[in-house]
């Protein structure tokens, strides 16, 4: 079992920066994919972007290719998401879950943190 623990969130303008961290308890982190989801208002929950568990693989939804960048750092059992260019549409509450390989379906994802507010005023 691994448990998660997001943070980063805050409140920015249009056009700012902020990195997300899911920070992982266990020693099995590194054999997990990675994923990051979010749930904007009166919305369901949807994919960001997910990475293998290596690193070397990584996958982005089309509404934030170019903008947003998932990491991993498996000595520090963390995953990151740093997140540029932000816009309005961006907020949301942002979950990381955990994957035995990447995928785009939620159900694909397990131990899921607690999630981390990103609020982008315009």
């Known amino acids: 079992q691994v448990q998660l623990v997001e943070s980063g969130g805050g409140l920015v303008q249009a056009g700012g920066s902020l990195r997300l961290s899911c920070a992982a308890s266990?020693?099995?982190?590194?054999?997990?994919?990675m994923g990051w989801f979010r749930r904007a208002p009166g919305k369901g929950r949807d994919i960001v972007a997910a990475?293998?568990?290596?690193?070397?693989?990584?996958w982005y939804a089309d509404s934030v290719k170019g903008r947003f960048t998932i990491s991993r750092d498996n000595a520090k059992n963390t995953v990151y998401l740093q997140m540029n260019s932000l816009k309005p549409e961006d907020t949301a509450v942002y979950y990381c879950a955990t994957v035995r390989f990447v995928a785009r379906t939620i159900d694909s994802y397990a131990n899921w943190g607690q999630g981390t507010q990103v609020t982008v005023s315009s």
């Open positions: 990475i293998n568990w290596s690193g070397d693989n990584t």
């Open positions: 266990g020693r099995t982190f590194s054999s997990y994919g």
